[in-house]
Every structure is written in C-alpha cells, then in structure tokens.
C-alpha cells in the first residue's frame, strides 16, 4: 500500500465523485448545455415475456440524484421510463441525503426501497433489521472519489500518523471500511485508532471545528474537506485491494415482488454508463450549471473524467461475491458486526427469484 505524505501533493487535485457510488458533490459552474439534447436511453430486452403478466405496479423508490451521474442524468431525460413500463413497474424520486446510511430510517419505513451505496453500509443495514439486498455491483474504480482526510492542524501526513487520533467514520458503513482496510494495508492496530462514530453530514461540522482529527469519508463529504484545506492521506486509488465497490440494492420484498424490473433496471444503467464513456459531460451539471451544486474548474474537469471512465454495472457474479466476502469478514475480524451474516443474506439471487415467480404464475 503506498500511504505516504505524497498524497499531501494532490491537495489542489480535488476529486469527484464516484457515480455509481455514493453521492453528488458540491461545486460551481460549468456549462453541460448537451445535456439538454440527450434522449433518453431504453435497454433492448430479448424477451418480452420477463415482464409480469398482471399485478400490481411495482414503485421503485429512488434517493434523489441530484446534479451529477447516471441516476441524474436518468431522472433529467426519463431514461428508465419506457424500459421499466414494459415490465410493469415506474420510478419515483424521493428527496434524501447522499448517503446510504444516513438514509437508513427512509430504507427502514419504506418512503425509499432503492438506493445506490456500497458493500459495507448494505451489510451494516442489515445488522440494524433492514431487509435489503444487493443486486447490481461493479468492478472498482480507483480514483480520487474517496479515503481519508486530515483537518489542516493536526499534523497528520500518513495512515501510521493516525495512531492515537480522533478519525469520524459513519459506522458500519462505507467510511469505516476505508479506515480499517486502510489501517490493514498499513499494518496499523486500529485498537490505536479512535473510530468517532458521526454520520457525514455531521461529520462534516465536526471535521471543520476541529472535533476530529481526521475523517474517512466519499463523494461530495471528501471533496468538501479538501477544498476547506483538509489534508488528503488516502485515496481510493491507493489501496492495494478494493472490495467496497459500488452497488445498487433494494428492498427484498421489491426484489422478489418484480425481479424483471430489476434486471431492467440494471439493463438500462449499463446503457447509460457506456453512454458515459462517449459523452461524459452530459453527466455533470445535469440540471443546472451554476449554483452551489455544479461543478467548476479542476472539479469539473474531474467529474467528466470520472464519467468517462464509469464501470459497467452487472448483475453480481463469482468475483462479486469474493469482494462481497471479503468486506463481510474485515468487519467481523474487527467487531464492527458479528460472523452470523452471510452473502446469501446480502446478495440477491435474481435467478432464483425469476424461477420462483415463474413457477407461481403457472
């Protein structure tokens, strides 16, 4: 793992965010007028006949995208329309914040059943009675999207450097893995490190007065603490293996209730990020170009790259499901959770859901 004080030199290399992760960040202006002209982007299925026959409509509830990525540029141009009505289901947005975890009473009642996150804040969810599971994922991106941060006094130059310090994570969940794999990959104790459990949008106040000494933390939270003079220590592209990748997951009772839908679903997204690839600046500043939600400068610059290189989202398989077990077991080696979870319990079987609704419909 190359955790040095080198990473102090990207400190003007503000990231961007990971899309099919996590959050939009928060920035200013640049002009993404094309969006405008984008069509929307319909998944070419072999087989009519996945979709229901009749029954109710299934309502995919989705956390609000934002200014930036897939899902924003999805909502703008009505992308998944077509394509999910032809397996009898729609989707609605829901206002939210832009982290899974700090989702997680919308998840628990219902107002969401659909959400993009990580591995670990699927797992941690679980542990807490959420009846979740994941069923879509990508390979890793490595990247600028997330990893640690120090406040700008507290003298923290490497991973070695957080022994005997204050570090904010959202427990069980994203930040917390970036820790411990990071303390891991580094030989570090984390019995050395105090893990301050805070949820990023708190966190974020904490990390400014000084509470904490450094923040494990992603997306719009991370880049944030950077363009404050935070100082980078981690980045994603600086673990030796990165499991936490990126997901989709809903609620197992909308799962098992339309799994077409969900296999559409997942259709279009990989559509629409090979659209991406080709056009990668009709996914930044989707709905406005200015304001405190846009991108400018460098960050734009960034985010159009972190477009361009979107990973394709697939339906998970057995490499999936080696990450998916790994994170499982960094945090039942590290008591974040006990051993009583497997990945049965965390990844959907979309096979096995499509039989069984088969065989009741006939």
């Known amino acids: 793992m190359r955790f040095t004080s080198r990473a102090r030199t990207r400190l003007g290399a503000t990231l961007l965010v990971t899309t099919l992760a996590l959050t ?3 920035a200013c202006g640049s002009d993404s007028s094309d969006a405008d002209e984008g069509e929307p982007i319909t998944a070419e299925r072999d087989d009519a006949g996945d979709a229901p026959a009749a029954g109710e409509e299934l309502v995919i509830r989705f956390a609000d995208p ?8 999805a909502k703008k141009n009505g992308s998944f329309d077509e394509a999910l009505a032809e397996v009898n289901a729609r989707i609605e947005w829901v206002p939210a914040a832009g982290a899974f975890s700090a989702n997680f009473d919308l998840l628990k009642s219902g107002e969401i059943n659909t959400h993009e996150a990580a591995v670990s804040p699927v797992i941690g969810a679980l542990t807490r009675g959420l009846d979740f599971k994941i069923f879509s994922i990508s390979e890793p991106q490595p990247g600028r999207a997330d990893g640690i941060v120090a406040t700008p006094d507290s003298g923290i130059e490497t991973v070695e450097d957080l022994e005997g310090r204050r570090v904010a994570v959202n427990a069980k969940a994203h930040g917390e893995w970036l820790l411990l794999k990071a303390l891991e990959e ?3 104790d984390p019995a050395t490190v105090e893990r301050v ?3 990023p949008p708190d966190a974020a106040a904490a990390f400014a007065s000084g509470q904490i000494d450094a923040w494990a933390t992603f997306g719009s939270f991370f880049a944030t603490a950077i363009q404050g003079g935070g100082v980078p220590i981690v980045y994603s592209e600086d673990y030796e293996q990165y499991d936490d990748v990126g997901i989709i997951g809903a609620s197992t009772e909308a799962l098992e209730a339309n799994p077409a839908a969900f296999a559409t679903f997942v259709e279009v997204y990989a559509e629409l990020s090979e659209l991406a690839h080709e056009r990668p600046e009709d996914f930044v500043n989707v709905f406005n170009d200015s304001g405190p939600d846009a991108y400018e400068g460098e960050v734009y610059e960034l985010a159009v790259e972190d477009a361009r290189t979107q990973p394709i989202p697939h339906i998970p398989g057995p490499e999936d499901i080696a990450r ?5 077991q960094l945090f039942v080696d590290n008591g974040v959770i006990d051993g009583d979870l497997t990945v049965e319990d965390v990844v959907f079987d979309a096979a096995a859901a499509q039989a069984a609704q088969a065989a009741q419909e006939d």
């Open 197 to 199: 459990p805070i949820q």
């Open 66 to 73: 934002g200014n930036h990525g897939i899902i924003a540029y």
């Open 24 to 26: 939009g960040l928060t």
């Open 186 to 188: 580094a030989g570090v």
């Open 324 to 328: 998916v077990e790994r994170v499982l």
